[in-house]
């Protein structure tokens, strides 16, 4: 899986939430883990946190989709699959406290206009 870092919340270093478009019309979002989801998972699945400014530059409304929900703290809580993909993982390096999800671009289509 090709990876293209679009952005993170603590540039330029990767080990922090991120943004990265991939070669299989996906998102990887890398960020905080969500410990206390607030609906159960499926086991491939997971949820991570991330500064609101990482995924939109201003967002207009919040986002209609079933996999980022806003917080009342300027962030945004992403679900999607758990990387655990060992190569994909290693190119992250994941810091202790930090995951990484995929979505598909399809469900997020503000994120891909934003990142542009």
Request: with cysteine.
């Amino acid at each position: 899986m090709n990876l293209t870092r679009l952005r993170g919340a603590c540039d330029p270093k990767p080990t922090c939430p991120t943004l990265y478009l991939t070669d299989q019309a996906s998102f990887i979002v890398q960020g905080y883990i969500v410990t206390a989801p607030a609906r159960p998972l499926p086991e491939d699945e997971g949820e991570v946190e991330v500064p609101v400014s990482m995924l939109w530059t201003s967002p207009a409304a919040p986002p209609d989709s079933p996999a980022v929900r806003l917080t009342d703290h300027g962030t945004a809580i992403v679900r999607g699959h758990l990387i655990n993909d060992i190569d994909v993982l290693a190119r992250l390096s994941l810091p202790e406290g930090e995951a990484a999800v995929e979505v598909q671009v399809s469900i997020l289509p503000e994120v891909m206009s934003s990142a542009q």
